[in-house]
């Protein structure tokens, strides 16, 4: 979204950065899109122009050129937003995904880490998955770096993104593919293999939602059905979002944000909800079709 590009610039330093780790070997394709929906602003009430964004977005994008690059800004008149990107970045020469959010903090190394990784794991689907510190409730312990085991998931967001770059960049930690019975993450810096995001990810959402959370439940339910399905723990690689620490209150967004007027829309998230018992269902009869799982299976 438009009131990220400050964060995107954050992330294509870290991007920069990370080209040094990574062998020539590997090809990195990387699609960026900036979203100038029609659909989502009014722009015609908005106090800065769509110039000034596309002319910013423009700015940044030499910081990617060690890598094969894709950028496009969407102006049209439609729901549209992250999800609508997953499926146009679906191509038959990608071996694997990586969703990467603007606002995310990670790691020079992490990337690299991912690729190697990858290379030697030998489950027929699977998920690598960074750790984070500490979030809102149990569940994210899963994922949670011990460093942060005693901090109370009340005060997740009192954390200080610069501090843990700091304990990740001053400790030496060795870094280990921990596996997981019971799946969990957000769609943080996770990369995922070929078959898994073909066959895992729904296309019948349109603009931003938890699709990871539908692809979640989904991989658990294939997991109990005997499915050849992993998720690992990349551990002691720790991601969390720059919104905290020193930008929690005052971040790049609100800048921008309070000079823009949004359109009078349906509540994405609240729609995605709605939607998801039905597409949870109509995912299960396409791995079913598909042979993923036994036929014999009944709904």
Request: glycine letters at 4%; charged letters at 25%; aromatic letters at 16%.
């Amino acid at each position: 979204m438009p009131w990220e590009l400050d964060y995107a610039l954050l992330s294509f330093t870290q991007l920069k950065k990370s080209k040094y780790y990574i062998d020539d070997k590997d090809s990195i394709y990387i699609d960026v899109t900036l979203n100038l929906s029609d659909y989502l602003i009014n722009w015609k009430d908005t106090s800065i122009p769509k110039s000034f964004f596309i002319d910013k977005f423009k700015s940044l994008q030499p910081l990617l050129k060690d890598y094969i690059c894709n950028f496009k800004i969407y102006e049209g008149d439609q729901l549209y937003g992250g999800l609508n990107t997953i499926y146009e970045s679906t191509e038959e020469h990608i071996d694997h995904y990586i969703i990467l959010n603007p606002d995310m903090y990670f790691s020079e190394k992490l990337l690299f880490y991912l690729i190697e990784s990858s290379k030697h794991i030998n489950n027929e689907y699977f998920i690598v998955t960074p750790q984070i510190p500490k979030a809102w409730d149990k569940t994210w312990d899963l994922i949670s770096n011990s460093n942060y085991s005693n901090v109370k998931h009340k005060d997740w967001n009192n954390l200080d993104v610069y501090d843990i770059r700091n304990y990740q960049n001053s400790h030496s930690k060795s870094i280990e593919l921990i596996p997981l019975n019971i799946h969990k993450w957000a769609g943080w810096c996770d990369l995922y293999n070929k078959k898994m995001w073909e066959n895992f990810w729904s296309n019948n959402w349109d603009g931003y939602g938890e699709c990871d959370h539908y692809t979640m439940l989904l991989s658990q339910f294939a997991k109990f059905h005997g499915v050849d399905i992993q998720q690992y723990i990349l551990k002691n690689q720790i991601v969390y979002e720059y919104e905290s620490g020193p930008l929690k209150n005052k971040n790049f967004s609100n800048y921008y944000k309070k000079q823009m007027v949004m359109n009078n829309i349906p509540n994405q998230r609240e729609s995605f909800f709605k939607q998801l018992p039905y597409e949870y269902k109509k995912g299960i009869k396409k791995l079913i079709n598909k042979n993923i799982i036994p036929n014999s299976l009944k709904l």
